[in-house]
């Protein structure tokens, strides 16, 4: 089992649609989490962490469920600029940093 | 802030050739840099951790004789493919601990490295 497991898709939205990916991670002890974002042929960029109480910045909203290892991005009201890889990342503690192998976002008009 | 580069962008090179890439921390010192690896169409992978003044730690699977990592600096790490392969091709990624603390890392823009 992968320690970090994400859908690769490809995810097919409309612009205006909600999507939500998930994401599962294996160490119980992972202490952090994150979701990134990466376009084609370029750096991964933070989108946001990702914390037990959830986190909301604009469209995107993150979840953690430690109980279930589980981690959810959902984005709401797609644009086509988020067409992008979305990468989950967990980190375990000290350097200790895995990627999932992200999840692939086509929004269209 | 928070910006690390990298140089050269793309590079190609010959089999057998040796290949530097610098990776620096423009506006924060990075006592923690890392080094990527990415194939098309697959995650980052970790291939070494580089502390200031200290031996990079290596990843399993990651030979340091081939991927040689200098961290000479708090704001420049170097990574060098010696004796470079085809099956060397690959996206490289660094990144950096910086002001946000160990948990969040800065990415440089990556070298995509040709090896023909």
């Known amino acids: 089992r992968k320690e970090v497991e994400q859908d690769p898709g490809p995810f097919n939205v409309p612009e205006g649609a909600t999507v939500a990916f998930n994401c599962t991670y294996s160490?119980?002890?992972?202490?952090?989490f994150f979701w990134y974002r990466q376009d084609c042929r370029k750096e991964p960029k933070l989108l946001m962490s990702?914390?037990?109480s959830g986190n909301e910045d604009g469209r995107f909203t993150a979840q953690l469920n430690r109980a279930s290892q589980y981690i959810s991005l959902l984005i709401r009201d797609s644009k086509l600029s988020d067409s992008a890889t979305y990468l989950c990342?967990?980190?375990?503690?000290?350097?200790?940093?895995?990627f999932g192998a992200g999840t692939r976002l086509f929004v269209k008009a | 802030g928070a910006v690390v580069s990298q140089h050269p962008s793309r590079v190609i090179c010959k089999s057998g050739t040796s290949v530097k890439i610098e990776c620096r921390s423009l506006?924060?010192?990075?006592?923690?840099m890392f080094w990527y690896r990415q194939f098309p169409k697959q995650s980052l992978m970790l291939m070494a951790t580089?502390?200031?003044?200290?031996?990079?730690?290596?990843e399993q699977g990651v030979e340091k004789d081939k991927f040689l990592i200098n961290h000479a600096s708090l704001t420049l790490s170097t990574l060098t493919v010696t004796s470079a392969h085809p099956e060397d091709s690959s996206f490289y990624i660094c990144?950096?601990?910086?002001?946000?603390?160990?948990?969040?890392?800065?990415f440089g823009p990556g070298t995509r490295l040709t090896v023909l």
């Open positions: 580089s502390n200031e003044g200290s031996k990079a730690t290596y």
């Open positions: 506006d924060f010192q990075a006592t923690t």
């Open positions: 990702v914390y037990s």
């Open positions: 990342v967990v980190n375990g503690g000290g350097f200790k940093t895995i």
């Open positions: 160490n119980s002890a992972s202490q952090s």
């Open positions: 990144s950096a601990t910086g002001p946000k603390g160990p948990d969040t890392q800065y």
